[in-house]
């Protein structure tokens, strides 16, 4: 399948001297249609607004973000709050580069009772990137992700996975100047061993972070 959220250098986050390679806010139009599943007369509301949600997700994962995003409205109009809908507005608010938009539609759906590891994943990039970011809770809702599946990825693209969210923890931690577990993400990603006695660590440790996010 195509990525929706290739990583790349697209948006610089400044935090005093601190700058961070970041998810892009790629968007995505495409011409095809959601609501391929459709719905019929008979259908209870429920029903109606989870077919609309399987229809959001599927014009979501062809690249399709403004079909995806009527549809899961059209879920929200059967269902007021529907959980899996809300999810599904907080990764195309994401893919538009909506953050804080997106941040919103993420806690809703926790509120509504979403506690897939995917809901946790999109919040934990949307607090790290909105402005302004919300560090420790990226770098809750990345860890949360990470003790429920130490080999997660997304399952609308692959490459948001566990690495992608030791990134995030590793920009997070640094930006909340806690060193120690910046570097033991570093390690964890593969990255250099650096002399923490040294009077350059600081500066050393935001150099290969930012070497791992390029």
């Known amino acids: 399948m195509t990525g929706n959220f290739r990583i790349w250098l697209a948006c610089v986050t400044a935090i005093s001297f601190l700058t961070f390679s970041q998810f892009g806010c790629g968007g995505g139009g495409g011409d095809g249609g959601g609501g391929g599943g459709g719905t019929g007369p008979d259908e209870t509301p429920a029903e109606r607004a989870a077919a609309h ?17 009527s549809d899961f409205e059209a879920a929200l109009a059967d269902v007021a709050n529907y959980g899996e809908a809300l999810h599904g507005l907080g990764w195309v608010a994401l893919s538009e580069g909506d953050l804080n938009e997106a941040a919103s539609k993420f806690s809703s759906a926790q509120g509504q009772g979403v506690t897939s590891l995917d809901v946790k994943a999109g919040l934990a990039v949307a607090l790290r990137d909105k402005v302004p970011a919300d ?19 997304f399952e609308y693209d692959a490459d948001l996975d566990a690495d992608a ?10 930006a909340l100047q806690d060193y120690d577990e910046a570097y033991d993400e570093v390690l964890a990603l593969g990255g250099v061993n650096l002399d923490q006695g040294s009077s350059t660590f600081v500066e050393d440790l935001l150099a290969e972070i930012q070497r791992l996010g390029g």
Not at 135 to 152: D, I, R
């Open 165 to 174: 969210l030791r990134l995030i923890l590793a920009q997070s931690y640094f």
């Open 53 to 69: 949600t399987d229809d959001g997700w599927d014009a979501f994962e062809g690249g399709n973000f403004a079909d995806a995003k």
């Open 135 to 153: 560090y420790q809770g990226a770098v809750n809702a990345a860890n949360a992700v990470l003790t429920g599946n130490a080999s997660y990825a």
